[in-house]
């Protein structure tokens, strides 16, 4: 079973939060919230948290996850940064879990 704590980033979880919760349990994924990489591409203290943390997934073998990817712009350094999957309205917009069948099966 893969595991991921909440997103880094995020109200809901904390860096101290993320290293708390993987003490002896480490994590699959990292995700980075939203309000980590909105305006990514612009807000260069941004990229500099995002470039920490996935250093520090590729130190630790966990794979980074971005959030509320919208634009070009933030795909684009997300890549640059190393960035192994991403999720957002640039890429799809949400669907009902039926539709999703439907195209998956």
């Not at 290293?19 to 980590?36: M, T």
């Not at 190393?82 to 669907?95: N, S």
Request: proline share 6%; aromatic share 6%; glycine share 8%.
């Amino acid at each position: 079973m893969e595991s991921a704590p909440e997103p880094t980033g995020s109200r809901r979880a904390t860096p101290l939060s993320y290293f708390q919760h993987s003490s002896g349990h480490p994590a699959d994924f990292i995700k980075l919230d939203i309000s980590l990489t909105r305006s990514i591409n612009t807000d260069r203290w941004r990229r500099a948290l995002a470039r920490a943390l996935i250093e520090f997934g590729q130190d630790t073998d966990c794979k980074i996850i971005a959030e509320g990817v919208e634009t070009e712009g933030e795909m684009s350094i997300l890549r640059e940064l190393g960035v192994h999957a991403a999720q957002g309205w640039l890429l799809g917009r949400p669907v009902p879990i039926e539709e999703l069948w439907r195209v998956v099966l």
